[in-house]
């Protein structure tokens, strides 16, 4: 609460040193989060400034539906005057139907930076490397994951298995746990923390196959998956949120229902033993990154959004 008119304060005094601009405002889902946002839109628009929101997960419309009356209320009134909200895919341009109308709500995608060439490993006879690299959430798919492991046994041995992210103390242990049962079958699985920089980069030319079985309730468009295809990594992943508009099934990467560990293994090992597959999932993938998702592409697309403002 502190915080929130204290950053109140604050941008009234940026709306007083910069006549005429407009605010742009990523807006929450929850409730605490969505009152602080109200106190930003509210002094914008007291100030007769345009207000951007950008929605950057997928679990607004359930926010807003699962709401008291009284805070429908307060969306719905604070949200009249925004002048336009985006959403990052298509799919999820529907998340403030009743709320904003349509022809108001603008799809912008997320960008993330180009890793640069990347170190690969040589080609192994043997042996089949699988990158998870999010926070270490159960919804994030991380359990999911090695119950897949599980579930194909001695046909994954040789395997391995890095888990690149923060985990609270309870999630780490149980994916100790997880590993040393896993080793029995002679997959090996490593928690490599949190890795950026050069960490990351080497964890990207090291990884045969990106995994990411997310069904975190209010996922958007992950970050990790932009960053994978810029990788040329072939993608494994689930129909959820906007994964489905951001990886096609069967271009970029290979799609799983959530929570479907099944076909998770049934696609980990259709994935290991298919190089050709692998190759062109990858170029696919890297081609859509210079495509779509380039922050070059993400200036130009906002900077068109000012210019038909002005």
Not at 59 to 71: I, K, N
Not at 136 to 148: D, H, I, N, Q, S
Not at 173 to 193: D, F, I, Y
Not at 275 to 297: H, Q, V
Request: charged content about 25%.
């Amino acid at each position: 609460v502190r915080l929130g008119l204290k950053h109140a304060a604050q941008l009234i005094g940026l709306l007083r040193r910069n006549p005429g601009a407009d605010v742009y405002l990523p807006i929450s889902q929850g409730s605490g989060g969505f009152l602080r946002d109200s106190l930003f839109i509210g002094a914008a628009t007291a100030a007769g400034r345009r207000v951007y929101v950008h929605l950057h997960g997928g679990s607004f419309a359930e926010f807003h539906r699962t709401s008291g009356p009284v805070m429908r209320r307060v969306i719905a009134r604070v949200l009249r005057p925004v002048h336009e909200a985006w959403v990052l895919t298509p799919s999820l341009a529907d998340a403030f139907d009743g709320l904003i109308p349509r022809e108001r709500v603008r799809i912008v995608e997320n960008a993330v930076a180009d890793p640069g060439p990347l170190v690969r490993r040589a080609p192994a006879a043997e042996g089949f490397n699988v990158l998870y690299m999010a926070n270490l959430f159960p919804t994030k798919g991380c359990f999911e994951l090695t119950r897949a492991l599980r579930e194909l046994g001695e046909r994954a041995a040789g395997w391995q298995v890095r888990f690149a992210g923060s985990a609270a103390p309870e999630v780490e242990r149980r994916l100790r746990e997880e590993a040393a049962e896993l080793s029995r079958a002679g997959v090996s699985v490593e928690l490599a923390g949190v890795v950026s920089g050069e960490a990351k980069r080497d964890a990207l030319g090291w990884a045969d196959l990106f995994a990411f079985p997310t069904h975190y309730p209010q996922e958007g468009q992950p970050l990790v998956l932009l960053e994978a295809m810029a990788a040329g990594l072939p993608i494994l992943s689930t129909r959820h949120a906007g994964i489905p508009d951001t990886v096609r099934d069967d271009s970029e990467g290979v799609l799983v229902e959530p929570h479907d560990t099944e076909a998770l293994a049934g696609a980990l090992a259709r994935l290991a033993s298919d190089a050709d597959l692998r190759a062109r999932l990858g170029r696919n993938g890297r081609a859509r990154y210079e495509e779509r998702y380039t922050p070059a592409r993400l200036a130009r697309e906002v900077q068109a959004v000012w210019s038909a403002a002005a």
